[in-house]
Each structure stands twice: as structure tokens, then as C-alpha cells.
């Protein structure tokens, strides 16, 4: 989007967006191109700007139509050294080795994980669901000394 020029009025900024969408076929209102031409028959400069708007979009569009063709430069096209590889694949396995793994399931005789998040505070007399799991994981356990 255009920044606002300090130098032009409200209308001579809007009459020159005016010009340049009517230019590209942009500007389907009726009122807005009356806007337009009213503005530029008041405003010598507007009318000098959207003149040489008009000439340029002109000039670009009888311009003849040049074929182009892109040639890729392959001498400057250099492979990755095998060297940037070999340590990018060694830093993916050694974070893979080292950082814990969340979705492996704990086992049996484990000792009990840590939470993620601490639990949340409830309301008074309102109990945490974790609580009853550990309570219970505590009941069927066999204690020390107990001949199970």
C-alpha cells in the first residue's frame, strides 16, 4: 500500500489511486470515474500525473513481446559437502538418543514419573483424579515385609 505524501491534499492522493486502477481496468464504479475526471479538471497537476501515467501504461503495452529464456549457470551451483551432511545426520541421531522419548508407556516396577505440569489448583473438597490413581497404584502394591 502506498504511503501518504505530505506534500499532496486528500484528494489529489485519491484521484491519483483512482488513475492508476482505471489504468489496469481496476476501477468499476461509475461514480469513482467521475470523481476522477472532475478532480483532474481542477487540478492541472493531477492531469499533467495521470497523463504520464496513462502515456507509460501506453508505451509498456504497444512494447513488442520478447521471448525470454532462463539458463540455469551450473558451474555455480555447488553441491553440499558431504562433510555438512555427516554432522547434521550425527546431531539428529544424538538428539534422538538423548532426549527422552514422552510416548513410550511406563513400566511395570518403574518408579513413578514426574507430572508434566503441576496440578491445578481445585476448590476446597474438590479431589484431583491423579490422587485416586496413585492411592490405588499404592493399594495393590505389596508392601515390604508382606508375604504376597
Request: aromatic share 2%; proline share 12%.
Amino acid at each position: 500500500m502506498p504511503m501518504p505524501r505530505p506534500d499532496l491534499g486528500g484528494a489529489c492522493e485519491a484521484a491519483r489511486l483512482r488513475a492508476s486502477l482505471a489504468l489496469d481496468g481496476g476501477l468499476d464504479d461509475d461514480f469513482d470515474l467521475l470523481l476522477l475526471e472532475r478532480h483532474l479538471a481542477r487540478c492541472p497537476e493531477c492531469a499533467e500525473v495521470v497523463a504520464a501515467m496513462r502515456r507509460a501504461a501506453s508505451a509498456v503495452r504497444r512494447a513488442p513481446l520478447l521471448s525470454h529464456r532462463c539458463d540455469v549457470d551450473t558451474r555455480r551451483v555447488r553441491p553440499l559437502p558431504w562433510a555438512n551432511i555427516a554432522v547434521a545426520i550425527l546431531a539428529i541421531a544424538a538428539a534422538g538418543a538423548i532426549l527422552p522419548s514422552a510416548s513410550d508407556p511406563p513400566r511395570a516396577g518403574d518408579p513413578p514419573g514426574r507430572l508434566a505440569a503441576p496440578p491445578p489448583h481445585l476448590p476446597i473438597g474438590q479431589r484431583s483424579a491423579v490422587e485416586d490413581f496413585v492411592s490405588r497404584a499404592a493399594d495393590t502394591q505389596p508392601k515390604p515385609g508382606s508375604a504376597a
